[in-house]
């Protein structure tokens, strides 16, 4: 399990090491939210086209091989701005990033269901997020460092290593797994499947969950810079975000394992806490950008291994890979939308509106469904009489 947990604090790192210092890539402040969208949404773009893909392939030849080249072309997207350092290429080289993640990020998720019995999966997916979320952690903090001390060139140089190593370390370390016989789909079944509440419900949250982790990690450097924080500082404010959802998940995991937790209470809360993370952003300097990270934190903590694992629960295992980059397909929507649509709102009127309109869709989805569960109670007889 080791250099699947590796892989995921792969994506994490790189997705977020370099996400949380691009805040300064121009100083005309309308033109920097733009190009800091547009960069963000980038990564994402490449993973939303191609997840799918490569979650089929990895159903069909196998979830190692498609790990393996996907951590091959990650390092080597990284390379290639070391090697061209101008801003065009730094364009191509996160949309490779991008790219070679929508490899190695699916087939690490179908691996992890495939390799653990299913009354582990709450904890298997909670020690993955933790681990992937100490990317997200060490990602604004070390990058931000690494970039004050070489650029960005430097920082894509550490991760064009770190893609190599973790490579070599899996195609030494993770054992093969046979693709599994199964029944042909059509396209109608597919449409079908992925239709179905049990897919729909936590892809959505998923979304939902990571929209708000993108939104915090690009977004709240630039409220802290507001409030005259520097660089490193900003990174580290960031960072208590993802250690939070650090903390969080293999406690949610656990806890879902153990019958203490269901997945529609958990993910229910964590949307809520997520909604008053982003609210809370709207407050100036420090006072806002500290409890945003970490209710943000909190709340994504809680819902990524609960709809993770109430995904691999309801998925047939010779369809884990397509089912995966499907939910992956839906997490990626929401980490390329968030951006854009706070930086939208953001050029059009200001930061904080653009906030606002995020914590206004994070927390729809629970009201709702609280709405409609007390409508449920409402009309039931009353049989005590």
Same mark, same amino acid.
């Given at each position: 399990?080791?250099?699947l947990?590796?892989a995921?604090?792969?994506?994490?790192?790189?997705?977020?090491?370099?996400?949380?210092?691009?805040?300064?890539?121009?100083?005309?402040?309308?033109?920097?939210?733009?190009?800091?969208?547009?960069?963000?949404?980038?990564?994402?773009?490449?993973?939303?086209?191609?997840?799918?893909?490569?979650?089929?392939?990895?159903?069909?030849?196998?979830?190692r091989?498609?790990?393996?080249?996907?951590?091959?072309?990650?390092?080597?997207?990284?390379a290639?701005?070391v090697?061209?350092?101008?801003?065009?290429?730094?364009?191509?080289?996160?949309?490779?990033?991008?790219?070679?993640?929508?490899?190695?990020?699916?087939?690490?998720?179908?691996?992890?269901?495939?390799?653990?019995?299913?009354?582990?999966?709450?904890?298997?997916?909670?020690?993955?997020?933790?681990?992937?979320?100490?990317?997200?952690?060490?990602?604004?903090?070390?990058?931000?460092?690494?970039?004050?001390a070489?650029?960005?060139?430097?920082?894509?140089a550490?991760?064009?290593?770190?893609?190599? /190593?973790?490579?070599?370390?899996?195609?030494?370390?993770?054992?093969?797994?046979?693709?599994?016989?199964?029944?042909?789909?059509?396209?109608?079944?597919?449409v079908?499947?992925?239709?179905?509440?049990?897919?729909?419900?936590?892809?959505?949250?998923?979304?939902?969950?990571?929209?708000?982790?993108?939104?915090?990690?690009?977004?709240?450097?630039?409220?802290?810079?507001?409030?005259?924080?520097?660089?490193?500082?900003?990174?580290?404010?960031?960072?208590?975000? /993802? /250690?939070?959802?650090?903390?969080?998940?293999?406690?949610?995991?656990?806890?879902?394992?153990?019958?203490?937790?269901?997945?529609?209470?958990?993910?229910?809360?964590?949307?809520?806490?997520?909604?008053?993370?982003?609210?809370?952003?709207?407050?100036?300097?420090?006072?806002?950008?500290l409890?945003?990270?970490?209710?943000i934190?909190?709340?994504?903590?809680?819902?990524?291994?609960?709809?993770?694992?109430?995904?691999?629960a309801?998925?047939?295992?010779?369809?884990?890979?397509?089912?995966?980059? /499907?939910?992956?397909?839906?997490?990626?929507?929401?980490?390329?939308?968030?951006?854009?649509?706070?930086?939208?709102?953001?050029?059009?009127?200001?930061?904080?509106?653009?906030?606002?309109?995020?914590?206004?869709?994070?927390?729809?989805?629970?009201?709702?469904a609280?709405?409609?569960?007390?409508?449920?109670?409402?009309?039931?007889?009353?049989?005590?009489?």
């Open positions: 399990m080791w250099p947990y590796a995921g604090f792969t994506t994490a790192f790189g997705a977020h090491g370099i996400a949380a210092n691009l805040g300064g890539f121009s100083d005309d402040a309308v033109t920097s939210l733009l190009v800091l969208g547009g960069l963000l949404a980038l990564y994402d773009g490449a993973e939303v086209l191609l997840k799918p893909v490569f979650g089929t392939l990895a159903d069909r030849i196998g979830a091989p498609v790990l393996l080249g996907g951590l091959i072309a990650f390092a080597a997207a990284s290639l701005y090697l061209v350092d101008s801003p065009g290429w730094l364009w191509a080289a996160r949309l490779g990033q991008g790219a070679a993640a929508s490899a190695f990020s699916p087939s690490a998720s179908a691996l992890v269901a495939r390799l653990n019995p299913a009354a582990r999966h709450g904890r298997a997916y909670g020690s993955y997020g933790f681990y992937k979320s100490i990317g997200y952690t060490l990602g604004p903090l070390l990058g931000g460092v690494l970039v004050w070489g650029g960005l060139r430097l920082l894509f550490v991760l064009a290593v770190l893609g190599a /190593a973790v490579a070599g370390w899996a195609a030494l370390a993770v054992p093969s797994v046979e693709p599994l016989p199964k029944a042909r789909q059509t396209l109608l079944d597919l079908r499947r992925l239709a179905d509440p049990a897919f729909l419900a936590p892809t959505a949250a998923l979304a939902a969950a990571t929209a708000a982790l993108s939104v915090g990690v690009g977004f709240l450097p630039v409220s802290g810079r507001a409030a005259h924080l520097g660089t490193v500082a900003t990174g580290a404010a960031v960072s208590v975000l /993802a /250690a939070c959802a650090a903390v969080v998940q293999p406690k949610a995991g656990r806890a879902l394992d153990e019958g203490r937790l269901t997945t529609r209470t958990g993910i229910a809360a964590g949307l809520l806490i997520t909604a008053a993370g982003s609210a809370c952003a709207m407050l100036p300097g420090l006072a806002g950008v409890p945003a990270a970490a209710l934190g909190v709340g994504t903590g809680l819902i990524t291994p609960l709809g993770f694992a109430a995904l691999a309801g998925t047939p295992p010779e369809r884990l890979g397509q089912t995966m980059g /499907a939910a992956e397909l839906g997490r990626e929507l929401g980490d390329a939308g968030g951006p854009l649509l706070v930086a939208g709102i953001a050029t059009l009127a200001t930061l904080t509106y653009g906030y606002a309109a995020l914590a206004a869709l994070l927390a729809v989805g629970p009201v709702i609280l709405l409609r569960r007390g409508a449920r109670t409402t009309d039931v007889p009353d049989t005590m009489t």
